[in-house]
C-alpha cells in the first residue's frame, strides 16, 4: 500500500521552513526520500534506515520513527533551489529477507519557494 | 551523475505495437528498476533485476516484460501497447551499500494513441 505524504502542496517564501511527513501502514526497514523539478528525473536525497536515525544534508534533514512507521523531512531557511515535488520511498521489513530495493512512492509533495 | 542513459527518450506509438524501452547503465551496478511515473500516482514499480537474467515483479506488472542479459542493459517491453500504458518510465540503478539508493535516469516519455 502506498504511503501517505503531507501537506499535497506547500508555498513558501525564501528563508521560510517547511515540514513533509511520510506515514506508512506497513513496518518498514528504510525510507528513502527524493526532489524531483518539472519535466526531470528524481534525484536522491537521503536514506534513513529502520532505528530511528536523523539526518542532515545541507539545510535538508529526515527524521525515521520505525514505531510509529513515519518519517519527517525538514527543509529549513529555504531556498528558491528547493522548488519541487519531493517523494518518499518506503521499503518494507516484511519481506522476511531481502526486497531487492523494492520501494514504493508516496503521491509526492508539491513544494514552491517565491522569492 | 550516474551513468545511466533510456532510449528512446520521447516515443509515440499505435494501439497494439510491440514496444521495447532500453536502460544502460555504465556504473556496473547490480540492481536496476523499472517505474512508471502517472499524474497522481507517483512512482510505480513495474519491474526489478537482481542480477544478469534475474528479474522479478513490482506492482504494475501486467501487460510488460523485462530481459537484462547483460549487466549494463535492462529492457522494458511492452508486447502489445495499450493507451492506458501512456506515462512516463523511469529506470533507476542501485548497489546495496548501507542500502539500496536508487539513481535514476532521464526518463522517456511514451504516448500511445
Known amino acids: 500500500q502506498q504511503p501517505v505524504q503531507s501537506p499535497q502542496a506547500v508555498i513558501l517564501r525564501e528563508g521560510e521552513d517547511a515540514v513533509i511527513n511520510c506515514s506508512s501502514s506497513k513496518a518498514l526497514y528504510s525510507v528513502h526520500w527524493y526532489r524531483q523539478k518539472h519535466g526531470e528525473a528524481p534525484v536522491f536525497l537521503m536514506i534513513?534506515?529502520?532505528?530511528?536515525e536523523q539526518k542532515g544534508h545541507d539545510k535538508i534533514s529526515a527524521s525515521f520513527n520505525e514505531k510509529k512507521q513515519q518519517s519527517s523531512l525538514y527543509l529549513t531557511a529555504s531556498q528558491l533551489s528547493y522548488s519541487g515535488t519531493y517523494f518518499c520511498g518506503t521499503e518494507s521489513s516484511d519481506a522476511g529477507g531481502t526486497s531487492y530495493g523494492k520501494l514504493t512512492f508516496g503521491q509526492g509533495t508539491i513544494l514552491t519557494v517565491h522569492p | 551523475d550516474a551513468g545511466i542513459t533510456q532510449s528512446p527518450r520521447h516515443k509515440v506509438t499505435e494501439t497494439g505495437t510491440p514496444v521495447t524501452l532500453r536502460c544502460h547503465q555504465t556504473e556496473n551496478h547490480r540492481y536496476m528498476y523499472w517505474y512508471r511515473q502517472d499524474p497522481g500516482h507517483g512512482l510505480r514499480l513495474i519491474h526489478y533485476s537482481y542480477g544478469v537474467k534475474d528479474t522479478d515483479k513490482g506492482e504494475v506488472s501486467d501487460g510488460y516484460s523485462v530481459s537484462r542479459s547483460k549487466t549494463e542493459d535492462f529492457l522494458l517491453t511492452l508486447e502489445s501497447a495499450t493507451s492506458s500504458q501512456t506515462s512516463v518510465y523511469f529506470c533507476?540503478?542501485?548497489?546495496?551499500?548501507?542500502?539500496?539508493?536508487?539513481?535514476f535516469g532521464p526518463g522517456t516519455r511514451l504516448t500511445v494513441t
Open positions: 533507476a540503478i542501485s548497489e546495496l551499500t548501507a542500502a539500496y539508493e536508487q539513481y
Open positions: 534513513l534506515l529502520k532505528g530511528g
